[in-house]
């Protein structure tokens, strides 16, 4: 049974630094492409970033890029999502999400894509 723990979300102040991690298990880690979306509350499910199953190739989306990074370590079969210069409106509870790909270099950024997911790390940023 694959399964996907987050950790690392907190209380910070804006222009501060965390870092969310993702460990997957169950399954072989290098199978799959991961993703991180954010939610709050009333409002959808929003895509943050993602990386293929090689760790090649990343992606976040526009509004976090240059502030947000995914890596990922095979070896401790962890996803990491490292934010940097933390605004009030990044406050949200943050999902990884793993989707076993046929790809080593794709990543995938629509929540529909993944079929597994963790149980999310609220990340609380004050101004």
């Known amino acids: 049974q694959v399964q996907l723990v987050e950790a690392g979300g907190g209380l910070v102040q804006a222009g501060d630094s965390l870092r969310v991690s993702c460990v997957v298990s169950g399954r072989v880690f290098s199978m799959f492409a991961v993703g991180w979306f954010r939610q709050t509350t009333g409002k959808e499910r929003e895509f943050v970033g993602a990386?293929?199953?090689?760790?090649?190739?990343?992606y976040c989306r526009e509004s976090v890029k240059g502030r947000f990074t995914v890596s990922r370590d095979n070896v401790k079969k962890t996803v990491y999502l490292q934010m940097n210069s933390l605004k009030p409106e990044d406050t949200a509870v943050y999902y990884c999400?793993?989707?076993?790909?046929?790809?080593?270099?794709?990543?995938?950024?629509?929540?529909?894509?993944?079929?597994?997911w963790g149980q999310g790390t609220q990340v609380t940023v004050s101004s």
């Open positions: 999400a793993a989707k076993i790909s046929g790809s080593m270099d794709i990543w995938y950024d629509k929540s529909s894509d993944y079929g597994y």
């Open positions: 990386i293929s199953r090689s760790g090649d190739r990343s």
